[in-house]
């Protein structure tokens, strides 16, 4: 495998030092026009890239944004990179994206590897297994800007842009009580995470309004696919089973319907299922997922500018408090029609 070309590579082809390759790299008069051509002609020609990471080591400023998220894989954190990304990209910064994998010992090292790159800021979202966050303080005491979304530590000082997932999750809930769902089941996550217990909250809130018993008998911690795939079948052979799934995210809703219909139930005549996320499953399941949207692309835009602002206006003791994105609810086939 060839490997990339390095400044030094450059130098020792034109018998220069490293600091004359650098220089004409970046355009500085200082290097004769000349020789500035043939160096930039020759680094192109043999695709040379600059490294950022180096490039910071030996200064203060920083170009280099990292970012923190748990999975690349699913869809919602992925379109917060595309949001992020056409903020830094139109301020000239470069992204640096790292993946903790839901495991709080890799996100430790990805909070390492970025403080060692000297980027300029971090954005970051918890993984679901995090229950301590020194390293997100190492950032703080480091005096680098730090930006919290969708999942943060609320025991830190640190700013944060933040879905409104109470409001989201009563709005899920309250439609599938006006179409004429009385039992409804709650697949939710680790009371670790303060996204799940304000999306309970918002399912809780939502039953207590119109009267309706909570029963923990059907409530769950089930948050992925093959959670609920192995639950439902449980959920749905009860005597009284419920009429209704009400599910923290799209992938968990989308693993209910399979199971539902696998056992011969009619979605939503039989089973009603809510989402949460509004992601690309929730378009593409048999049949398409009601959900609620949480604009990520948005969110990611504006956590990546509260970030650069506090790049450009650095007070470290100053945080604004959360930023709340409102949320939406998309309705689809897999439930019924508001009863009048």
Same mark, same amino acid.
Request: hydrophobic share 40%; proline share 3%.
């Given at each position: 495998?060839?490997?990339?070309?390095?400044?030094?590579?450059?130098?020792?082809?034109?018998?220069?030092?490293?600091?004359?390759?650098?220089?004409?790299?970046?355009?500085?008069?200082?290097?004769?026009?000349?020789?500035?051509?043939?160096?930039?002609?020759? &680094?192109?020609?043999?695709?040379?890239?600059?490294?950022?990471?180096?490039?910071?080591?030996?200064?203060?400023?920083?170009?280099?944004?990292?970012?923190?998220?748990?999975?690349?894989?699913?869809?919602?954190?992925?379109?917060?990179?595309?949001?992020?990304?056409?903020?830094?990209?139109?301020?000239?910064?470069?992204?640096?994206?790292?993946?903790?994998?839901?495991?709080? *010992?890799?996100?430790?090292?990805?909070?390492?590897?970025?403080?060692?790159?000297?980027?300029?800021?971090?954005? &970051?979202?918890?993984? %679901?297994?995090?229950? *301590?966050?020194?390293?997100?303080?190492?950032?703080?005491?480091?005096?680098?800007?730090?930006?919290?979304?969708?999942?943060?530590?609320? *025991?830190?000082?640190?700013?944060?842009?933040?879905?409104?997932?109470?409001?989201?999750?009563?709005?899920?809930?309250?439609?599938?009580?006006?179409?004429?769902?009385?039992?409804?089941?709650?697949?939710?996550?680790?009371?670790?995470? =303060?996204?799940?217990?304000?999306?309970?909250?918002?399912?809780?809130?939502?039953?207590?309004?119109?009267?309706?018993?909570?029963?923990?008998?059907?409530?769950?911690?089930?948050?992925?696919?093959?959670?609920?795939?192995?639950?439902?079948?449980?959920?749905?052979?009860?005597?009284?089973?419920?009429?209704?799934?009400?599910?923290?995210?799209?992938?968990?809703?989308?693993?209910?319907?399979?199971?539902?219909?696998?056992?011969?139930?009619?979605?939503?005549?039989?089973?009603?299922?809510?989402?949460?996320?509004?992601?690309?499953?929730?378009?593409?399941?048999?049949?398409?997922?009601?959900?609620?949207?949480?604009?990520?692309?948005?969110?990611?835009?504006?956590?990546? =500018?509260?970030?650069?602002? %506090?790049?450009?206006?650095?007070?470290?003791?100053?945080?604004?408090?959360?930023?709340?994105?409102?949320?939406?609810?998309?309705?689809?086939?897999?439930?019924?029609?508001?009863?009048?």
């Amino acid at each position: 495998m060839k490997l990339q070309l390095t400044l030094k590579d450059i130098a020792k082809h034109f018998n220069l030092s490293v600091s004359t390759v650098s220089r004409a790299l970046r355009n500085d008069s200082t290097i004769s026009e000349e020789t500035r051509t043939k160096i930039m002609d020759y &680094a192109k020609a043999n695709k040379y890239k600059p490294n950022f990471i180096a490039a910071n080591l030996r200064k203060k400023e920083s170009n280099v944004i990292g970012i923190i998220i748990p999975e690349i894989s699913n869809h919602f954190f992925s379109l917060i990179i595309a949001g992020v990304e056409s903020v830094v990209d139109e301020h000239n910064y470069t992204l640096i994206i790292t993946q903790s994998n839901e495991k709080m *010992s890799k996100e430790i090292k990805c909070v390492q590897t970025l403080l060692s790159s000297r980027v300029a800021g971090v954005l &970051a979202s918890i993984s %679901k297994t995090t229950d *301590s966050y020194e390293h997100f303080q190492e950032i703080i005491d480091n005096k680098v800007p730090l930006v919290f979304f969708d999942r943060r530590p609320k *025991s830190l000082n640190a700013d944060s842009v933040i879905v409104d997932d109470e409001n989201g999750a009563f709005t899920a809930v309250e439609y599938l009580i006006k179409t004429g769902c009385k039992r409804i089941a709650y697949y939710g996550s680790h009371a670790s995470l =303060e996204i799940a217990v304000n999306r309970r909250n918002g399912y809780l809130r939502a039953l207590r309004k119109y009267g309706i018993a909570e029963d923990r008998k059907i409530m769950y911690d089930c948050d992925t696919n093959l959670k609920a795939k192995e639950i439902t079948y449980r959920v749905l052979a009860m005597d009284n089973r419920p009429d209704a799934i009400f599910a923290i995210n799209d992938n968990t809703a989308a693993g209910a319907i399979y199971v539902a219909k696998r056992m011969g139930f009619s979605i939503p005549e039989d089973l009603s299922v809510c989402g949460f996320g509004d992601g690309f499953i929730s378009e593409n399941t048999d049949p398409s997922i009601t959900s609620i949207d949480q604009f990520p692309f948005f969110t990611g835009k504006k956590a990546a =500018e509260l970030l650069l602002n %506090k790049i450009k206006y650095p007070n470290p003791e100053e945080t604004t408090g959360p930023l709340i994105i409102e949320t939406s609810l998309i309705i689809r086939e897999s439930t019924g029609n508001i009863i009048v």
